[in-house]
């Protein structure tokens, strides 16, 4: 057989044709509304689910696969397959880095000839999912899982994430950056653009209005990508039109490589709230 099977999670929202395409097996994470509990991805319209978001009695949870759901997964993935290799989200922002080395050694338990591995992306969304993107594509061009290895690896330190957050309430609520929280202590309506790589988020600007947000988060992208090399994801959480602008301007700009919209799943929007606006990008050398 020879081939490599991927597997990531939601949490990379790849879009599904893409996903489909490349042969990437994705798990999903878990949203807990009260007593209901929802996988990710669910088909529900954005502006329902963050209208419920927004009048919750409490805020809703999210919650890793548990390490049965991975080993599953990674059968899947390796029934026609030598090796399946696992793409995470930043292990410092999730315990599915953890979850995910536990399924791997419960799928090896049951198909003791499957090599599988697990790799931490050290990226969320699509900077996650352009890594899982790159090792699937490799396999489909016959490499091995060395092979897989070193494209998804040395594709890691060029990835990025910018995005420009319209609220920092849900931010502040869920905790998960401690370092922006100072944003959120202030009496100003602030729109922050932070920059996530290598696992580390950046402050890259404070500005006042979504319209200045917009403007300044392409200036970003400008200061950090080249025309005609860059492989870009518009992502937004509620706000279609606005991503699609964002969209068309990068493709007058940048004549890019590979250029798509996708929005955040829930499990990312419960996190960032309606509004956002961002990049996932990288540059070829």
């Known amino acids: ?19 489909a395409q490349h042969r990437i097996e994705v798990i999903p994470l878990y949203l807990v509304f009260g007593d209901q509990i929802y996988q990710d991805g669910m088909p529900t319209h954005a502006a329902e689910f963050y209208q419920t978001l927004r009048t919750a009695p409490q805020p809703p ?3 890793a696969p548990a390490p049965g759901v991975y080993a599953e997964a990674i059968l899947r993935a390796g029934r026609d397959a ?7 989200v930043a292990r410092q922002f999730s315990a599915m880095y953890d979850a995910a080395l536990q399924g791997a050694a ?6 003791s000839h499957l090599d599988v591995r697990v790799l931490d992306s050290g990226a969320a969304a699509m900077a996650q999912g352009f890594v899982a993107l790159e090792a699937a594509r490799a396999a489909q061009q016959g490499a091995d899982m060395e092979q897989v290895m070193a494209r998804a690896q040395e594709l890691m330190p060029r990835v990025r994430l910018l995005v420009a957050l319209d609220t920092l309430t849900y931010l502040a609520r869920s905790g998960r950056v401690p370092r ?19 696992g580390v988020y950046r402050p890259v600007a404070i500005v006042r209005t979504m319209r200045r947000a917009r403007d300044r988060l392409f200036q970003a992208l400008e200061q950090r990508a080249k025309p005609d090399a860059l492989h870009v994801c518009v992502h937004h959480t509620n706000a279609p039109r606005e991503a699609e602008a964002l ?8 004549h890019p490589k590979e250029l798509f919209v996708s929005e955040f799943t829930q499990v990312m929007g419960v996190h960032t709230g309606p509004g956002l606006l961002g990049f996932a990008f990288y540059t070829e050398p």
């Open 61 to 63: 949870t999210t919650a």
């Open 180 to 198: 922006l929280l100072v944003w959120a202590s202030s009496p100003l309506q602030v729109k922050p653009i932070v920059e996530f790589q290598r």
């Open 106 to 111: 419960l799928a090896r338990e049951q198909a």
């Open 1 to 19: 057989m020879g081939r490599v099977g991927i597997v990531t999670d939601s949490t990379a929202c790849i879009p599904a044709e893409l996903a």
């Open 247 to 254: 969209a068309e301007r990068v493709r007058t700009s940048f």
């Open 82 to 88: 030598d090796a399946v290799l696992c793409i995470t």
